[in-house]
């Protein structure tokens, strides 16, 4: 094999692109529902706007669509983090996220950019179970994922540009280029035949750790590099020990026993359950009391039956029962979210506060009573 | 027998997936590269998108923003744009970005009997005053740089 070649399929811990995919689909849903939905009053106002991309003009995006957008985004990235992630929904995931941010010029927060591009190295990320990922020996398994060396890459570029610009700038621009050199290599840290990489990995962790904790960064930026720079960075020991403690839960009670193939006498229950499931879960988003959430979930709850397809009926296993399972978990915690937070509270006050400055009494009013009803 | 604690893992991907994959990377790798340098193009200095110069929003001052139209019976107006548009449009127009400033001209133009749209930014630093005027029916707004009279 060419240099090249070794250096994007060469094996990786399967554990890091495993962590990885949940943690940054688990962020997301949070960041989504608790930054981005409080400012959703701001869309549609004066049936202005103006997108990121020429091709989105004339369209101008009201507060549901983009509530609802954000909604269907968070829990289906949630419901994906939780169970199993499909390939489709995250292809939905990246689209929807991108959308929520393309479609209006106010959400210019530099990150968002980035998660998309995460999002789609996703899209071609091995699509694992805990099984596979973390195997009952202490042997970690590995195999070639060149969509997280992909990942890693656009991690580096990141940091490339940002010391670039500082090195412009008459800034200094050494951290960001230590950041960017160690994303380089650290992708090969876990074959074998580079022993010396491994040990310098520790070291090579403390430069993003250092760049996020000092410069000035908007929004969750830092927790998503800290909690990515831990889990590329560290020893494959600890990822595969840590991996193993998070996903014991999922690997005795989810993963349940391949016994032969075929359809059994479950199938019809599993079946029904599954529907049943599908048409409830959503229901639960009647609570959140924003506008759009309740056409997002919905939504979600489509985009889950797109995603198990013949597998809703031909699975011989309760595989459809966990997927609505996740699907549930991603609208109670949106729900829970929302009433635990002042999310919603911030929405309808920044709504308030616009109208009242526009003249739009009637509108004023209606946010007020709401924040008044959520006021913490 | 395998464990049905293991699975596989993924297979190495065969000669033609290795070339596939390749193409593909080697066009998102490039297009990433790309991007930020296309600050370098824009005519808009404060449109930082996608470049990775800041990890923050703009924090370049909003300017004093004042809007006129002029309708067809030769009766100037003067526009409260405040009650127009969202706070944050209104910073983005006070920042002189133009993407906005031509939008929010157009869209004073949809209104009936409206033959130009004028907008002026007074800013009491180095991007002194800026003039925009737009003649209604036309593509993009025209643009005066003064500095300031202070």
Redesign the interface.
Known sequence: MKAL?RY??GDVA?ARPYLVLRFVLALLAFDTWLNMMPQGA?YG??A???A?FPWF?GFVPSSAFYLGVLAFTGVLALSQALYRPHRIAIVLIAAGYTLGWACS??D????H?LLS?YL?CFV?F?ML?A??AF???DQA??????AYV?FC??TA??YF??AA?SAAEGQPYWLPMICCVGYLIISMQDRVELPALRMAAPLLVAAPLAFHFL????GW?PMYMIGIALIVFAPVDWIHKLGRALTRPA?SLVEE??EGGGIDERASQVFYLSLVGLVVAPMISMFVDLPGVKTGCTLTAIAMLFVMGRQLYFTPRLRPLWRVASLFGGCFALWITMTASNARFDYYREGAL?AD???DHDAAMMFREKADRYAP | MA????????A??SGKA?RR??A??GA??LL??LI?LSYLTREDAGD???????????EAPSCETSATLERAEGQREAISI????????LD?VGRN?R??VN??LQ?QCEAEGVLQVELVNHCDDERGIREYSLRCGGERAHETVRTAAR
């Open positions: 070649e994007w399929f399967l701001k106002v004066g202005f706007n103006v990121h003009d010029l106010l210019s927060v530099p990150y950019y591009l789609v071609f091995p179970s099984r596979a195997s009952r020996s398994p590995r195999g070639s994922v060149a992909l890459i656009t570029i990141v540009y940002v610009w410069a000035p960064q908007e930026l690997r026993r391949a616009d400055r526009r003249g | 464990s049905v604690e293991t699975e596989p893992p993924p190495q991907p290795r994959t390749g593909f990377i998102f790798v990433q590269f930020p930082e998108r996608f470049t990775w110069r800041s990890f923050t929003g703009s405040e009650k127009l548009i969202h706070r944050d449009w983005y970005r993407s906005v939008a929010f869209k």
